[in-house]
């Protein structure tokens, strides 16, 4: 099972971009969906994570402003965030609780995607 991470880049303050997670491989079910993210020097954070059912959670610093979905056809979690800011400058991680059977679950993270935040 694989996460690839996409949808990273440049962006000025104030501006928007949207993440994307894909998950593939022999696949059961994927359960929870989860963003993080680590800036230089920084300890790995939780952004905001999203459950099978849809239910959401987020950071109080990217509260009201990042949005978490999901699309379970697909395996698929995006990160909508807008209003961005300087310091939200990090190398963004998915990660997500996946099942290969009934009885078999594990975690699992993508390989990260830079979001830079900058004039």
């Known amino acids: 099972v694989q996460l690839q991470a996409s949808g990273g880049g440049l962006v000025q303050p104030g501006g928007s971009l949207r993440l994307s997670c894909v998950a593939s491989?022999?696949?059961?079910?994927?359960?929870?969906m989860s963003w993080y993210r680590q800036a230089p020097g920084k300890q790995r954070e939780l952004v905001a994570g999203i459950g099978s059912d849809g239910s959401t959670n987020y950071a109080a610093p990217v509260k009201g402003r990042f949005t978490i979905s999901r699309d379970n056809a697909k395996n698929t979690v995006y990160l909508q965030s807008n209003s961005l800011k300087p310091e939200d400058t990090a190398v963004y991680y998915c990660h997500a609780d996946v099942m290969t059977g009934p009885n078999h679950e594990f975690g699992t993270w993508g390989q990260g995607t830079l979001v830079t935040v900058s004039s």
């Open positions: 491989g022999f696949i059961f079910r994927v359960n929870r």
